[in-house]
């Protein structure tokens, strides 16, 4: 099997998608994880031992599509057409740059656009998508993050 691992993020800063990553890595049914994000910070030295010997795969993707607007009325187009930008690099990802994947784990935050990519890819390949969802804006909102008069 092949398993993808997508974090639409930096993955040296995911380590939660790492360690599933290498507990993947670990299962005699996977011949193939392939941990997909965007390049930055160091993997873990596990995540960096295993790429080395070529259980896991690192596929990087560009994080700075389009250079951001300097102004606030600049952002209204910026927001939508990164988006896009966004969804077109994860099909390619997906679909064109990698091997298929039988299953695709999927971390969220931030869903969009990487949910719809996730959706278009099961509808191509019929891989299974796994999401693991971090529930931030709950946990915010439960610690006051907005503020005593926010409801």
């Not at 011949?31 to 010997?53: D, F, K, N, T």
């Not at 927001?79 to 064109?96: G, H, I, S």
């Not at 971390?107 to 891989?127: D, E, F, H, K, N």
């Given at each position: 099997k092949t398993v993808g691992v997508l974090v639409l993020g930096d993955v040296g800063r995911s380590p939660r998608m790492q360690y599933h990553a290498l507990s993947l890595a670990a299962e005699e049914?996977?011949?193939?994880?392939l941990l997909i994000g965007y390049s930055g910070a160091r993997c873990v030295p596990p995540v960096e031992a295993l790429v080395q010997a070529g259980k896991?795969?690192?596929?990087?993707?560009?994080?700075?599509?389009?250079?951001?607007?300097r102004s606030k009325i600049g952002y209204l187009a910026y927001a939508p057409a990164k988006a896009a930008l966004q969804l077109?690099?994860?099909?390619?990802?997906?679909?064109?740059?990698?091997?298929?994947?039988?299953?695709?784990?999927?971390?969220?935050?931030?869903?969009?656009?990487?949910?719809?990519?996730?959706?278009?890819?099961?509808?191509?390949?019929?891989?299974?998508?796994?999401?693991?969802?971090?529930?931030?804006?709950?946990?915010?909102?439960?610690?006051?993050?907005?503020?005593?008069?926010?409801?």
């Amino acid at each position: 099997k092949t398993v993808g691992v997508l974090v639409l993020g930096d993955v040296g800063r995911s380590p939660r998608m790492q360690y599933h990553a290498l507990s993947l890595a670990a299962e005699e049914s996977v011949g193939r994880v392939l941990l997909i994000g965007y390049s930055g910070a160091r993997c873990v030295p596990p995540v960096e031992a295993l790429v080395q010997a070529g259980k896991i795969e690192l596929v990087l993707l560009r994080e700075e599509l389009l250079p951001r607007p300097r102004s606030k009325i600049g952002y209204l187009a910026y927001a939508p057409a990164k988006a896009a930008l966004q969804l077109a690099q994860l099909l390619l990802a997906l679909l064109v740059w990698t091997p298929r994947m039988d299953v695709l784990l999927l971390q969220t935050p931030p869903a969009i656009p990487a949910l719809a990519a996730a959706w278009l890819a099961r509808a191509v390949t019929g891989c299974t998508v796994v999401v693991d969802w971090h529930n931030l804006g709950f946990s915010v909102l439960q610690h006051g993050g907005l503020g005593p008069r926010h409801p």
